[in-house]
């Protein structure tokens, strides 16, 4: 269930790769604590109840202006901004061209930062109640084989909040990264069984992650519950990051 106890009522939220399980989760929190949400796709269309629907190829130059501006157009100058569009597609670094590297980090970490300095941008010197979550993943600190470029991109993500919750914070933005465990979605067990088992017998909690479980986290960090909260990456892995690795 999603919390319901931080009430974003008033709010209007920009979620960026709203047709996966996790994004889709988060848009759905975001708009049951009462939130305006617009969902970002590229490719297919989200189905989340409540919201209006955005379309932008994040890999395009300029994408950031026309997005911000179509979500405005729609339901009103964006004040919570979810990032978390991202690729995760897997290789050996030794079979990966340069090419191949540097369009997952464009997705992965240039994208988001042109989004969240755009989205700074029109908030201009007093963002008070404005705040940026950035959908990060363990593996930005615990990379798992042949996911070294994924794992690289979500180590600059994380950074990249850090620096801009430093550099914004004067103004009133909050700016947090979520890092995600594994996460259940249709068909997990079945293609990666010997994986997901791995997870569930070594995982404090015993379970995979639901996407709400992530939804609850972005809905609490961009509520005023959060207003002390500034430059941290929440961990939601039922406890994996504390199993030992030897």
């Not at 932008?56 to 130059?61: F, H, K, S, V």
């Not at 404005?130 to 042949?146: C, D, G, K, L």
């Amino acid at each position: 269930m999603i919390n319901q106890g931080n009430d974003l009522t008033g709010k209007t939220a920009l979620v960026t790769g709203a047709s996966g399980g996790i994004g889709a989760a988060i848009a759905d929190g975001l708009t049951k604590a009462g939130a305006r949400v617009a969902l970002h796709y590229n490719h297919t269309k989200p189905t989340v109840k409540g919201a209006c629907i955005v379309r932008a190829d994040l890999g395009q130059a300029g994408f950031e202006r026309g997005l911000l501006d179509d979500a405005k157009a729609q339901i009103g100058a964006v004040d919570i901004l979810v990032n978390c569009a991202a690729s995760q597609d897997v290789g050996a670094l030794a079979d990966m061209s340069v090419d191949d590297f540097s369009q997952m980090q464009d997705l992965n970490v240039a994208a988001v930062f042109a989004l969240s300095r755009e989205f700074t941008r029109r908030l201009g010197d007093n963002a008070d109640g404005a705040t940026i979550v950035n959908i990060s993943s363990i593996e930005a600190t615990r990379p798992a084989q042949y996911h070294g470029a994924y794992a690289t991109s979500k180590a600059a993500l994380e950074m990249l909040t850090k620096s801009m919750a430093l550099e914004y914070g004067a103004t009133g933005l909050r700016v947090n990264a979520i890092a995600p465990g594994l996460i259940a979605r249709d068909g997990i067990k079945n293609a990666w069984p010997d994986g997901v088992g791995r997870w569930e017998n070594a995982c404090p909690l015993g379970r995979m992650g639901q996407p709400e479980d992530i939804a609850n986290a972005v809905v609490f960090l961009a509520s005023d519950a959060a207003s002390f909260i500034n430059g941290t990456v929440l961990t939601i892995d039922g406890g994996m990051d504390v199993v030992a690795g030897w």
